[in-house]
């Protein structure tokens, strides 16, 4: 392929359109919108608003005036519409951890008899401490039991009371058949959660088609909601009338305003609710779900397909002799919206491409990964960046000391 070829690509993308929604940095490749999404347009005008008028103004009135109070479940509807869920089953709120929280304690009072939360080891780290704490919290009453991705569908049995899973695989960008270990789950009278992280916004989900019981998700990477922005949380209809947290909070409350001194669950999704939300992060992201609107997941997810796979036919042609080999599943159509490679020097590759403007990103021991979020990437994108590791690789330009200076965040 040459770079021509994927100039050619670009001229007939459907997805072109949208990448002028976005503010991208000029001179540089990003490839990092599976961790923190790039700034959309619309956002910034949206928070300049916020905070001279909402704030600097109407202030405590811009709970009623600007809707601030109902933005939870607004954007809960727009994020729904991503991921195969029906309207008033997404709320937005907190982190994703802490919703994890909430949703794996009221999965666990719904199966008191059972004593197993089952994942596995490619979950993301934080998913497993949730879990681990609500163990520990609960004295052992439910215990973590962790095996290989591919041993989960064979290991749920009539113990595991909540199976807890993350659809697309952080690193190797494996994903689980949601349908079969959903249908599994019930099957043996367990329920599931599935974390949608890297897949809201990158593959296309259909929550409702595998009746999943809960699910969590990410709003600041392929969301573009920015640094921090808001997690959500879905409950399927069939559970909301019997589902509670342990966490709960006024903002949950059937009558917030009643200011109770005993807690009532209010109807639907709005009881995972605990308390009071950034509201700049949460404009932001409202904002920024303007992007999706006419987006097709199936399209999207196939310009992602060809995106993953052009770069790792580019850098396996170029750059095999240098040690660089991919990670994780080769199925393209099998898989989420990024590319891991791995190589000894990964950490100080991905530093080196960094200050020449292409920025991916490292994850221990020697995993380098590089998001596509086909909104804002380009066909050339993709090509210049494989370009740009050639170089470094093939002149080891990542062989110089202040590339191996490791840094807080990786
Ligand atoms: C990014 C990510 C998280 C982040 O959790 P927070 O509590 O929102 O920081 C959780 N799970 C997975 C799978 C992730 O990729």
Redesign the pocket.
Known sequence: MKRKDALALDRVDPFAKKRKLFKLPKGKIYLDG??LGVLPKASIVRVKHLVEVEWGQDLITSWNKHGWWNLPQVIGDKIAKLVGAPPNSVAVA???????FKVLSAAVALRPQRSVVLSDSG??P??LYVAQGLSQFMDGKVELKIVEPKQIINAISDEVAVVML?E?D?RSAYRHDMQAITAKAHCVGALIIW????SAGAVPIDLMACDADFA?G?T??YLNGGPGAQ?FLFVNPRLQPSAVPALVGWWGHVKPFAFSTDFEPADGVRRFQSGTQGMINMVALDAAMDAWKGVSMERLYSKAVKQCAMFTELVEQQCGEFGVTLYGNRDFHQRGSHVCLQHEQAYAVIQALISRGVVGDFRTPNLMRFGFTPLYTSYVDVFDAAQHLYEVLSKRLWNRKKFSNKQSVT
């Open positions: 599976n961790s907190d982190t994703i951890s802490v919703n994890l979950n993301f934080s998913d993350t697309t952080y974390d949608l992280a890297h969590v990410c600041y990477k997690a």
